[in-house]
């Protein structure tokens, strides 16, 4: 019989608090790392510890916080009606060749947009992005305007508008596993600084 607050066969780790409410997923700090992005798009590793599968927390769901799920999240982010606001813009170039049939996928705020084809439209591109939980709404454009998302012959830079979410935002981030050939790449262009190889 464990104490309360722990579990395990061997009472050896804790427990979630509330089973987070059923809000959330209860998981070791090795695994909310393997699983978890930061706010950049970047992962974590925590393995080599040892209370890597000791202590257990709450994952929650999109919408809810605290530490078991119990919370609401409020929006946040900057007040749209401060003066002299403009919409962030981000800026990405893909070089891949379109017609090898690759794929890509971009990551902002640590989640993850639907599948996009390397010969993708502009509007094509921005439904995808519209898939990531809590973006809102959005614009995407092309340099080229008859360009495809990605090119070899000539460089298309995509322009991201930001239309619901203000302030300093987390840059996006390509996912280029299955963009082809092998070497292809997505750079990023946020806050003002140039493209950078993600």
């Known amino acids: 019989m464990c104490m309360e607050g722990f579990s395990g066969i061997a009472c050896q780790r804790t427990t979630c608090p509330n089973d987070c409410n059923g809000k959330g997923k209860c998981m070791s700090m090795k695994d909310m ?12 590793a925590y393995d080599a510890v040892w ?4 202590i257990f927390g709450c994952v929650c769901d999109s919408g809810f916080g605290g530490s078991d799920c119990s919370l609401f999240d409020c929006p946040n982010g900057d007040d749209p009606l401060t ?3 403009v919409n962030e813009v981000q800026l990405f170039k893909c070089t891949a060749d379109p017609s090898q049939s690759g794929t890509f996928a971009l990551y902002f705020g640590g ?11 502009a509007s094509v591109i ?3 992005l519209e898939t990531i ?6 614009t995407v454009s092309f340099s080229e305007s008859s360009g495809t998302a990605c090119q070899t012959s000539s460089v ?16 996006i981030v390509g996912y280029i596993d299955s963009l082809l050939p092998v070497g292809s790449t997505i750079d990023v262009a946020a806050d003002g600084s140039g493209f950078s190889n993600r």
């Open 51 to 54: 209370d890597a599968e000791k």
């Open 83 to 85: 003066p002299g606001q």
């Open 133 to 138: 939980d809590g973006i809102g709404d959005l």
């Open 33 to 44: 790392a393997f699983n978890t992005l930061d706010s950049n798009s970047q992962s974590f």
């Open 111 to 121: 989640k993850v947009s639907a599948t996009i084809s390397a010969s993708a439209s």
């Open 126 to 128: 921005e439904a995808a």
């Open 156 to 171: 298309n830079v995509v322009s991201v508008t930001f239309l619901e979410i203000f302030g300093s935002l987390s840059p």
